[in-house]
């Protein structure tokens, strides 16, 4: 670890281990967030919230002394918050930044940061973090001679009362559906409980109490000991759905009735036509208001095939995006007035331009995530229309997954990167399409190998009698990883791809520079 912990500022947010973060640090990167806020931010407030993790008071306590002392005013809920309820906070204080003290889906022993501007822009590399970053290093800011102020705020009826509305979910309006909602003591339990509950569905809660010791497995949805139990006792309960959701609450693993994931782009697929009719009565007031209809979705490059086809026939356009929360937003901010709506992650994060105020959509529309909103809507498609679940469950047994799995290395070296080339040339023999960036230009920062598989998606496309799909990346939230996901048309394919890569990840394992 260098002095100043520098490799904590990651591609989308701030992370690192909590043991890492003594107190002078700490404070240290507090000033550097200070002298951001007023120096490049331009502003004035700030708001400020926090997830269940046993580090994140102390964090809090520092953030909120340096900022005050600074002059800045800070709305804070000193209680466990959701991120998704801390962008709400945010969507009612547009001339605010905001700091959510978060690590999301890691594990207890790590801190972290995820930041916006005024007008809830993402803060990431090239957006303002690498200015933190140079702030932090520089460590020359000097407090203000007036100090701000501290406003508690907890919006957690409120936010509850928005997604309701916009969902469509009214009291009771769900009543005779049973879910099972898995929270791995993460800390968006109360919200998507008491709607759920004042909806009138019933609702089983499993571990809903915020506990930053996460003693139930690592808050993350997709390590299989962390909800094996759930998925255990949502397949032999009598549960119509499952849900499973992440540490900080802005994943949602969505489970059918015998405890397998309904894949987040078939979860997306049934959601469409209800996205639709969201923006149908809003058109008159927007900026796409001239334009015809043409309605377009992103999907991450892990999307499933079929799913991406599945989504393309409810009458909207397919476009593959990069993974990262903070571009994610930004790209469907960028291309809202060509009808970017929402976006889905393989990760089962949901994103969509949110209403600023729903009694008149005039005001204008926010990039962001609210898992809550999401989860009520699910719940509400699948009172409605349980036979479109169905069929999705079934196109998910037309094809076969081996989900994300990772090579972890020794440090960041230029092996990470060789690993991913030599997979690259091994699968191009193989006769594999390389994608590596967007439609409009931008960079994928992933590989997308496809063979028998289009480049893109449409209404009208059809899979071939054998496909398989490869992605590759390096992740951005975490130190000196690899990852690959593969999906293909048979089992037996499937495991030749998959077991064709660890054959060259086996190589880097055995000279001793990483492990699984």
């Not at 520098?6 to 989308?12: E, S």
């Not at 130190?479 to 880097?508: F, G, L, M, P, Q």
């Amino acid at each position: 670890m260098d002095e100043l912990n520098l490799i904590m500022f990651k591609t989308y947010d701030i992370r690192t281990k909590a043991e890492a973060m003594d107190e002078k640090r700490t404070n240290r990167l507090m000033r550097a967030l200070a002298r951001y806020m007023l120096d490049i931010a331009k502003t004035k407030t700030v708001v400020i919230a926090r997830d269940a993790r046993l580090s994140a008071p102390a964090f809090m306590e520092a953030a909120i002394d340096v900022f005050t002392n600074s002059g800045l005013d800070v709305i804070a809920d000193p209680l466990q918050s959701s991120t998704c309820l801390f962008y709400f906070t945010c969507l009612q204080h547009l001339d605010a930044a905001g700091v959510m003290i978060t690590a999301s889906h890691n594990p207890e022993s790590y801190i972290g940061i995820k930041l916006v501007a005024p007008g809830m822009k993402p803060v990431a590399m090239g957006s303002g973090l690498e200015a933190i970053k140079k702030n932090y290093e520089e460590d020359a800011f000097t407090p203000s001679c007036s100090k701000g102020r501290l406003v508690l705020a907890c919006m957690r009826d409120s936010y509850i009362a928005y997604s309701m509305q916009l969902a469509g979910v009214k009291r009771n309006s769900l009543k005779g559906l049973s879910v099972c909602a898995e929270f791995l003591s993460g800390s968006g339990g109360y919200e998507v409980v008491a709607a759920l509950q004042e909806a009138g569905a019933d609702i089983c809660a499993r571990h809903f109490i915020p506990d930053g010791r996460f003693l139930y497995g690592d808050p993350n949805p997709i390590v299989e000991a962390s909800i094996a139990p759930v998925r255990h006792m949502i397949g032999n309960g009598a549960f119509n759905l499952g849900f499973c959701f992440d540490g900080d609450g802005d994943r949602m693993d969505v489970m059918s009735s015998d405890g397998n994931q309904i894949a987040p782009g078939f979860n997306m697929a049934v959601l469409v036509p209800y996205i639709l009719d969201l923006y149908g009565s809003a058109r008159s007031g927007t900026c796409f208001s001239e334009k015809a209809w043409n309605p377009q979705f992103y999907t991450d490059v892990k999307s499933i095939p079929s799913a991406l086809i599945a989504i393309a026939q409810r009458g909207v356009g397919v476009n593959i995006i990069r993974n990262g929360h903070s571009f994610i937003k930004t790209k469907l901010k960028e291309h809202f007035s060509d009808q970017f709506l929402a976006a889905v992650e393989e990760t089962a994060h949901y994103y969509m331009n949110y209403p600023v105020d729903i009694h008149d959509m005039s005001k204008g529309f926010i990039a962001t995530e609210n898992t809550l909103f999401f989860a009520l809507l699910t719940c509400r498609a699948f009172l409605e229309h349980p036979k479109e679940y169905e069929k999705a469950m079934q196109l998910q047994k037309s094809f076969f997954r081996e989900r994300e799995w990772s090579l972890y290395f020794e440090n960041v070296s230029d092996k990470m990167q060789e690993v991913l080339d030599d997979v690259e040339a091994a699968m191009v023999q193989r006769g594999a399409k390389i994608i590596k960036t967007m439609r409009d230009g931008a960079d994928l920062d992933a590989v997308l190998m496809r063979f028998g598989l289009p480049e893109t998606f449409d209404a009208c496309s059809k899979l071939s009698y054998e496909w398989w799909q490869i992605v590759q990346r390096i992740s951005r939230s975490e130190d000196a990883i690899t990852r690959w996901e593969v999906v293909a048309s048979s089992a037996e394919k499937c495991k030749e791809i998959n077991d064709a890569i660890r054959e060259i990840a086996d190589t880097y394992i055995a000279s001793g520079c990483a492990h699984y």
